[in-house]
Each structure stands twice: as structure tokens, then as C-alpha cells.
């Protein structure tokens, strides 16, 4: 991903893929799909995409009801879910009950409290610097697609609130009469009905009554999965949800008459089933592996150690015991999940897996970043405008150039930027700055996709190129400069100097015969298993 204000760090343009954008698979690390042996699957949100509007509207509602339950008053259940609203990857700040969009070092893009967006001075007062450390007892990252109806319900209900005469805003939270509310609790009663929904109440029945409704359903999905078990890679299905649920959601999207199983069951796609998998407790200490019995969703008593078969569920587990049951090593796996935290950067990070993260909203910001070029142009023109201003500048200028007009410019660009995506912008950037969550993306996602059928239009043997990145002293500086011999210097000869190529200094150059030879690794694909240890200690 390059920043809008710097094309040459884009890589090669689409227009140089013969496969429509949306169709497309994205590399931030090169990977050779024929080195791997196990393709493992996540299945909500990945295998199984929900309908955004439907879905979220069904958790929205479930929820306010359970926050009715435990004591929240009657009148939130006029509270209208609004999707344009909430994006993935936002900050919670119990502290001062704020959302926040953050870059990759934590300083501050835009800052909400309830439905009112905090000016920048206002921002300053609470934040030093504008800048906030990812301080896990303080901060929460909506990591999920899950997190969207819980992320507006909180801002609805931080504004009630306030609204409220019953209720003055202090400090911390909320007062009225001897009650004292915290951020911080508002916060965790909705958490807690959140997870009370998923797990204990009727969010997972409703969805299994319609399930037309609320995931989608398309016939390349089984191809797909067959295509790599021809390869002779293995598959393996690896998600955090019940037997039960995954039972009928696995039945229903693989379900189709004309498929290369039609009339067996989904799981002779998998070589491998696991379901209630804890991640990401699962890639660290796992929990015991017990195998489910099918018919009635008992679990059986005492850990499974024998080998595993094809057609049995196992519940539970870690990633090491997995690896050891099938003989996986950890680059021989390719894991394919929707959650940057939970799927991606713990198996990357613990495991060494590679890892491919499907990113549902990457359609939709594809659609901003073609429709609306000139938004992306326009904000390029300022910022070169704004450097223009002060290139050829030394120590001998005394005169400010006045930037104000060029700096309320961008602003004003940025702004109708963000208003493009929705009330909280992108989840990839705030005008040429990347948010959190990109960084996350760029650094533990090998590949990324808005589809996990997106594997369809690539051959099980394809090598995926990342594109070169350059440095900023590399795409600021042609190669058709030519410096002087004190590289130190930086004073330039001139180009048209006979058109010699100027010889390192004798101190930087290698000597005949100590060449490292052809021993560089071309690709992270190239990297020997001795390599993983030190992937595992970051
Ligand atoms: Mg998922």
C-alpha cells in the first residue's frame, strides 16, 4: 500500500493484472503457493461472510435487548443502527470514554465522544502530543467485524447520556444523583452483552433460522477448496465457533448440487475439522483437544492423542499440538482468517504460519480509491505544493513561506475523503496517513483479499510478488544522480559529465574473491526452517 502522496512507492499499477481489482489477491511478503502443504481455514467472516446490514442490525437489536435486561432504561430501544458509521480496527479509551482513529504509532487521526467528533484543540487537552500508547488495561482495538453494531451502540449511548438532564457529565463517566457511571463501565456492560448474545443468547439460533439472510452463500467456495486439496495440499477447517453453529453454516455454503462433493458431506472438503478453538489462546497455550462426539456435541472425557481422522471434529487444542498431530511446520501453513489479531498476527507471530487475512471492507475502499481519484489527486497537488515551498531553501532564508491556505486546503481534502468511506472514514488511511489497522496488514499479513474465492483466479502453483518498496532516500533520489566521491558531501556532479559511472571509493569496494556468492535469499519462501526460532521471539 503506498500513500497517496508518494506514487512511486504504489508498486506496479492494476491496470498491469488482466484480473479485475475486486478478484485480485494483494502481497505484502512474496509466497509460492506450491510450498505449501496445509491450507488452514477461519469460518465467520472468512469462509462465511455475513450480510453486513442484516447482521449487524441483528446484533445491534440483540444487544440493546440484553442491555435493557440488566437494568439500561427502556428508551435505548429507540437507538437505529446506522452503518455508515463504524469501521473496523477503532480505539476505545475507557479513561475518557473517547473512539479513536489511530496511525501506526498511536498518534491520534480523529477522536469521538459519543456522536460528536472532538476538535483539535480539544483533542490536545486530553491527549499530550495527540499521541496515546496501546495500553491493553486502557485501550480497546476493535478487531472484528463482529465489533461494528457495538461500536455505534456505544457512541448512541455515551450521547444519551449526555443528552440526558438526569445525568451530568463529570470526569470520568456519568453522574445522577448518588448513581456514578464510568466510561469504563458503559463500556464493559456492552462488551458483556455482546458476548452474552454471541454465546449464551439467540444471536447464533436467529442466524441458523435464516441463514439466507444473514451469510452469503456462492458456488465457487467448495471449488476452491477442492482445487487445493488436487494440488495435494491438505485443508483444514480452524474456527473459534461451536460444533453445532459450524456444523450448519459449513452445510448450508457448501451445499450445492453441482459440486465436486455434491451429495457427501461438507467436512470431505477438510482433511482436518476443529472447531471451538479459543483463538488466540490457541496459537499460545491452547486448551485440552478432546474429540466431539457428532451426533450429540459431547465433548469426550480426557485429551485425544491418537492420530487424527479425516471425518472426526476435535474441539479445542493449540496450534504446537496441531502441528505435531498432522506434521506441519510452520511455514508449510497457509492460515486464512478475517481477524488481524486472533487469526493473523498471533499465528504469525507464535507459529510462524503464513498468512493470508481477508479483508471484506477492501471492495468497498476500492471503489473509493477509483471513483474518487481526484480527491486523491488533488491531495497530492497541496502536499507537493506545501514541499515546493520549501525545497531549495538553506540556512541563508530568512522569510516563512505562509503555509496556512495550503495546510486548510488539505485539510479540507481529507475531510471529504473520509466522508467517502462513511462517518469514520477508511480503515486503511486518513488522507496520506495509514491508520493502526493497516500496519497491522502491511507487517502480519503475507497476502490480503476482500474474498477468500479470490484463490479461484490463481493457479496452486503461482508465486506471489510483493511489490519493491523504496525508502524514502530512494524514491526522492533518481539513480541517474551522480554523486562526488565524498558521499558525505551530497554535493552533485553533474549528469552530462561524459556519462561515466563514478566508482565507489576504494574503501566500500569488495575485494576479487570475497563475494558473498549467490547465497541472498530472493524471498521469505527462501528462508531455512532455523529461521523460524527468531520469528517466534518477536
Ligand atoms: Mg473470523
Redesign the pocket.
Known amino acids: 500500500m503506498g500513500t497517496a502522496s508518494s506514487p512511486s512507492s504504489q508498486g506496479p499499477c492494476a491496470s498491469e493484472d488482466k484480473r479485475a481489482p475486486g478478484k485480485r489477491i494483494f502481497v505484502n511478503r512474496s509466497l509460492t503457493l506450491e510450498k505449501i502443504k496445509f491450507y488452514g481455514f ?5 469462509l462465511a461472510e455475513y450480510n453486513s446490514e442484516e447482521y449487524e442490525i441483528l446484533g445491534f437489536e440483540l444487544t440493546k435487548e440484553r442491555l435493557i435486561q440488566i437494568g439500561y432504561p427502556r428508551e435505548i430501544e429507540k437507538f437505529q443502527y446506522k452503518p455508515g458509521f463504524p469501521v473496523r480496527g477503532l480505539w476505545w479509551d475507557n479513561l475518557h470514554g473517547n473512539m479513536l482513529k489511530v496511525d501506526g504509532f498511536g498518534n491520534i487521526l480523529f477522536c469521538c465522544h459519543g456522536l460528536k467528533f472532538l476538535k483539535s484543540e480539544e483533542i490536545a487537552q486530553k491527549y499530550p502530543n495527540k499521541f496515546l500508547q496501546l495500553d491493553e488495561k486502557r485501550i480497546y482495538v476493535y478487531n ?1 467485524l463482529f465489533n461494528l453494531p457495538e461500536i455505534y451502540l456505544l457512541a448512541c449511548l455515551i450521547d444519551y447520556f449526555q443528552q440526558h438532564k438526569d445525568y451530568k457529565e463529570v470526569k470520568d463517566g456519568f453522574k445522577a444523583n448518588a448513581l456514578h457511571m464510568s466510561f469504563k463501565s458503559v463500556f464493559q456492560d456492552i462488551r458483556g452483552s455482546v458476548d452474552w448474545v454471541h454465546v449464551q443468547g439467540n444471536l447464533k439460533s436467529k442466524t441458523c433460522e435464516d441463514l439466507p439472510r444473514y451469510i452469503k452463500k456462492d458456488e465457487r467456495l467448495p471449488q476452491v477448496l477442492y482445487n487445493l486439496q488436487m494440488s495435494g495440499a491438505k485443508t483444514f477447517l480452524l ?2 465457533s461451536e460444533w453445532e453453529y459450524s456444523n450448519k453454516v459449513m452445510e448450508y455454503l457448501l451445499d450445492f448440487p453441482n459440486a465436486p462433493y455434491a451429495g457427501k458431506s461438507w467436512q470431505s472438503y477438510f482433511n482436518f475439522t476443529f472447531v471451538d478453538a479459543r483463538k488466540p489462546l490457541f496459537f499460545g497455550e491452547g486448551t485440552v483437544l478432546r474429540q466431539v462426539n457428532k451426533e450429540t456435541g459431547q465433548l469426550s472425557i480426557g485429551t485425544h492423542t491418537g492420530n487424527l481422522e479425516d471425518s472426526a471434529v476435535y474441539s479445542g487444542g493449540s496450534s504446537e499440538v496441531l502441528s505435531k498431530l498432522i506434521g506441519a511446520r510452520g511455514r508449510d501453513v497457509l492460515y486464512v ?3 488481524i489479531f ?2 493473523v498476527l498471533k499465528s504469525k507471530k507464535l507459529r510462524g504460519w503464513r498468512t493470508f487475512l481477508i479483508v471484506p471492507e477492501l471492495n468497498d475502499e476500492l471503489q473509493v480509491w477509483t471513483s474518487k481519484q481526484e480527491l486523491f489527486s488533488r491531495l497530492q497537488r497541496y502536499d507537493q505544493e506545501l514541499s515546493e515551498l520549501y525545497r531549495n531553501m538553506d540556512s541563508s532564508d530568512t522569510a516563512r513561506p505562509n503555509v496556512e491556505v495550503i495546510k486548510g486546503n488539505i485539510q479540507e481534502t481529507i475531510h471529504s475523503m473520509e466522508m467517502s468511506y462513511g462517518t469514520t472514514g477508511s480503515i486503511f488511511r486518513s488522507g496520506s496517513r495509514q491508520t493502526f489497522f493497516a500496519s497491522q496488514v502491511t507487517r502480519y499479513a503475507d497476502i490480503y483479499a476482500a474474498s477468500v474465492l479470490n484463490l479461484l483466479y490463481y493457479p496452486t502453483f503461482y508465486m506471489f510478488r510483493a511489490p519493491a518498496m523504496l525508502l524514502p532516500h530512494e524514491s526522492t533520489v533518481s539513480h541517474a544522480v551522480q554523486l562526488d566521491q565524498a558521499l558525505g558531501s551530497g554535493r552533485q556532479i553533474s549528469s552530462k559529465s561524459g556519462g561515466m559511472v563514478q566508482r565507489p571509493p576504494p574503501s566500500l569496494q569488495v575485494a576479487s574473491g570475497q563475494e558473498p556468492g549467490a547465497t541472498h535469499d530472493m524471498d521469505d519462501d527462501d528462508i531455512v526452517e532455523e529461521e523460524e526460532q527468531e520469528a517466534s521471539s518477536d
Open positions: 477461519d469460518m465467520d467472516y472468512t472484528t474456527t473459534n482468517g478475517d481477524h486472533g487469526d
